[in-house]
């Protein structure tokens, strides 16, 4: 089906991205680490996810985009561009942030291992999303839609279950990392 204009590529027979922001709504109780800073960080991570979940009608099911119209195509391009770049600067500060947390409270000092693969994860994260703006293209924007959210979703439940939570933890214990970290 041609896409014309800004309305959705096609019909769908359930509401268009329920199923899809579903889990956006707020921050899984389970991935608070309860400092401010990095909580208030994560939920712009979510509102990013939300906002790219927004731009195409119909991101899961979508193959490509060549059934859109071309000023459609433009469109979502330009859109996906611009959060990009807001997430690129985000990621960027939200990494700097929890780095100087740990270099601040000398983490890296007594717990090498911890500080280094945390930082390598957030290294790798940034490298993802930098190969997925690499590959960007007019025809398969929501293939890139795709894969950034798939990166974003892992991010918060791989890396802020597995290195975020430990670094907030150890703060909080006074330098002794929960036992299962180790
Ligand atoms: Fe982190
Ligand atoms: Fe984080």
Same mark, same amino acid.
């Given at each position: 089906m041609m896409h014309l204009?800004?309305? %959705?590529?096609m019909k769908v027979a359930? %509401?268009?991205?329920e199923r899809y922001c579903?889990?956006? $709504?707020?921050?899984p109780p389970a991935l608070n680490t309860g400092n401010a800073l990095i909580d208030d960080e994560h939920r712009q991570l979510l509102a990013v996810m939300q906002q790219l979940r927004t $731009?195409?009608?119909?991101p899961e099911r979508l193959?490509?985009?060549?059934?859109?119209?071309g000023a459609r195509r433009q469109a979502c391009e330009h859109a996906v561009v611009g959060i990009l770049g807001d997430l690129f600067a985000f990621i960027l500060e939200h990494f700097a942030s929890e780095e100087r947390i740990m270099r601040d409270a000398m983490m890296a000092v007594t717990e090498h291992d911890l500080c280094a693969a945390h930082i390598e994860d957030h290294a790798a994260i940034a490298q993802k999303v930098q190969e997925i703006v690499s590959r960007l293209d007019f025809a398969h924007t929501v293939a890139r839609i795709r894969e950034l959210d798939g990166l974003l979703g892992r991010w918060l439940d791989n890396h802020i279950g597995m290195h975020d939570l430990i670094l907030v933890g150890w703060l909080g214990k006074g330098s002794q990392p929960p036992p299962d970290a180790r």
């Open positions: 204009g800004q309305e %959705p590529v359930e %509401p268009l991205g579903a889990r956006l $709504v707020a921050l $731009v195409c009608a119909d193959a490509d985009c060549l059934g859109c119209a």
